[in-house]
């Protein structure tokens, strides 16, 4: 009786072991998907306050690269 009951206990230890491995795995693969969704929002708002300063500024004048060379004292 006490060998069927140690190796019962075994089994569960092994088992739960098993499980929080898959866990710890699950858990690491959602931070990675979480990382990359953070990267793709920050390129996202990157782009949207690109086209909303393009949006502003569509009815004023645009300066040429030599212009801006010019203006900033730059070779």
Same mark, same amino acid.
């Given at each position: 009786m006490l060998l069927l009951s140690a190796e019962s206990v075994i089994e =569960?230890?092994?088992m739960t072991k098993a499980v %929080?491995?898959?866990v710890v795995r699950? !858990?690491?693969r959602k931070r $990675? %998907? !979480?990382a990359t969704l953070? $990267? $793709?929002l920050d390129d996202l708002n990157d782009?949207? &306050?690109l086209v909303e300063a393009r *949006?502003? &500024?569509q009815s004023k004048p645009r300066l040429t690269h030599a $212009? *801006? =060379?010019k203006r900033y004292g730059l070779k």
């Open positions: =569960k230890m092994s %929080q491995q898959n699950s !858990i690491s $990675e %998907q !979480i953070r $990267e $793709e782009y949207l &306050d *949006v502003h &500024d $212009e *801006v =060379k």
